[in-house]
């Protein structure tokens, strides 16, 4: 069986080493350096191109279960990273060319991995079982063929809003509620606005910080909320603010203005807030948002943010091994998918690579438990309930609730973390054996 592997990123270099190690050649086709993105500079594999840092290393928070959970299943970047850390506080940081060249000298010298440099423009009808890891940028001729063959379901812009977990929201703030009580009343939470609360909001909206946008981040398609705000101190009322429909129970009024939160997921314990994209610096974003009647304590599992950034509605195209529904020998991996971050795109690429080789061998797929990270981002990815699918980051707010009620929540989010690697144990061993 042929197995071959486009773009050596973060994921395609995880999920060529997927399969080499599993005992099968793998062609990896690699456009740089005949052809760089905007964002690169480097020749060599799985660069950094933005922050150094892979966020938290310690277990009892997302980004460190997720990292120790890849390391699990035989990760090539999780190891080289820990052995150029730098130091970084709790956070895991690398020397970026240090590790670009450690991962590129292990692919390169893995006597399985054939390194073919070539700008890819389709996806090969010989090459066996492929796997796309083409990246957030992915363009021209190589777009148009992923839009031919999932059925022009691949987005070019990242326009999403912040997501908080139910959890954090304040019940006794908000209520449930759909505009003219159409929909059930758990669809929407709403956070009600009194005219001296919105009109604070609105100010601080306005005067807040923005990111600063690269060239090949430009977003033009849609409005965000504080460029809407700068239109006039009522024209959020009029649009994704406003109350119409909508009756507090606690004053038996309509409020002077509302945020809706929507359901995220089936489980109900992520919201997202309606109409709120933005371009807001994250820190921002946290000050501001948090003046929002009811979102005082919120935790944001994703901030929003509006750039260049090409990934597939995966709920439609992909099942959760990563494979094409409609194809089931192409497999994606990466941002492309939707998952977003760093070690996100490399976690991705090793359940491509994984169920790659269990797919050439007639094995079923490897489903990791949703309570283990890797498991619910794959559970995420293609979860056909998910209306308007947005890319995700590993957050515990994407694991199923725990059997018990921790408040405390270090002792919470180590409880979730000491879950998924019992969980994990099983396919761990099956796995690496």
């Given at each position: 069986m042929k197995f071959t592997v486009i773009g050596a990123g973060l994921a395609g270099v995880e999920a060529a080493w997927q399969i080499a190690r599993a005992g099968y050649k793998v062609r990896l086709v690699e456009q740089k350096p005949l052809k760089r993105s905007p964002a690169h500079k480097s020749d060599d594999f799985a660069e950094l191109v933005c922050s150094n840092s892979l966020k938290a290393s310690r277990l009892d928070s997302a980004a460190g279960l997720l990292k120790e959970e890849m390391?699990?299943?035989?990760?090539?970047?999780?190891?080289?990273?820990?052995?150029c850390a730098v130091a970084a506080g709790g956070a895991l940081a690398v020397d970026r060319n240090v590790f670009s060249k450690a991962v590129t000298e292990k692919i390169k010298s893995h006597p399985n991995i054939e390194i073919v440099y070539e700008v890819a423009m389709e996806i090969p009808a010989d090459g066996g079982i492929v796997t796309v890891a083409t990246g957030p940028l992915t363009e021209g001729?190589?777009?148009?063929?992923?839009?031919?063959?999932?059925?022009?379901?691949?987005?070019?812009?990242?326009?999403?809003?912040?997501?908080?977990?139910?959890?954090?929201?304040?019940?006794?703030?908000?209520?449930?509620?759909?505009?003219?009580?159409?929909?059930?009343?758990?669809?929407y939470l709403n956070c009600p606005f009194n005219k001296e609360q919105y009109e604070n909001f609105i100010n601080e909206l306005v005067n807040a910080e923005g990111a600063v946008l690269h060239d090949f981040d430009v977003y033009e398609g849609c409005m965000p909320i504080e460029?809407?705000?700068?239109?006039?101190?009522?024209?959020?009322?009029?649009?994704?603010?406003?109350?119409?429909g909508l009756t507090d129970p606690s004053t038996g009024r309509r409020p002077w203005a509302a945020v809706q939160l929507r359901r995220e997921n089936a489980e109900g314990t992520m919201y997202n807030l309606v109409g709120f994209q933005t371009n807001l610096k994250f820190g921002e974003q946290k000050r501001v948002f948090s003046m929002i009647p009811g979102l005082e304590n919120a935790e944001f599992v994703r901030y929003g943010v509006m750039h260049r950034n090409s990934f597939l509605d995966s709920p439609r195209v992909l099942n959760f091994d990563f494979s094409l529904k409609s194809n089931p020998n192409v497999f994606f991996a990466g941002q492309i998918t939707g998952v977003e971050g760093y070690m996100e795109s490399a976690a991705s690429g090793i359940m491509a690579g994984i169920n790659a080789v269990r797919r050439a061998e007639g094995r079923g797929s490897l489903r990791l438990p949703k309570t283990t990270m890797m498991g619910a981002l794959s559970a995420y990815i293609s979860d056909e309930t998910v209306k308007n699918f947005q890319p995700m980051g590993a957050n515990f707010g994407i694991l199923p609730p725990l059997d018990i009620k921790i408040k405390d929540k270090r002792e919470r989010y180590a409880a979730f973390a000491?879950?998924?690697?019992?969980?994990?144990?099983?396919a761990a061993d099956e796995n690496n054996n």
């Open positions: 390391a699990r299943l035989g990760s090539v970047t999780v190891p080289t990273a820990r052995s001729k190589m777009s148009e063929a992923i839009n031919a063959l999932c059925g022009k379901c691949l987005s070019f812009y990242d326009a999403a809003a912040p997501i908080v977990t139910a959890e954090s929201v304040d019940m006794s703030v908000v209520f449930g509620a759909s505009r003219y009580g159409r929909g059930g009343d758990d669809d460029k809407l705000a700068k239109r006039g101190l009522d024209a959020p009322r009029f649009g994704p603010m406003k109350p119409v000491q879950r998924a690697l019992d969980d994990l144990k099983g």
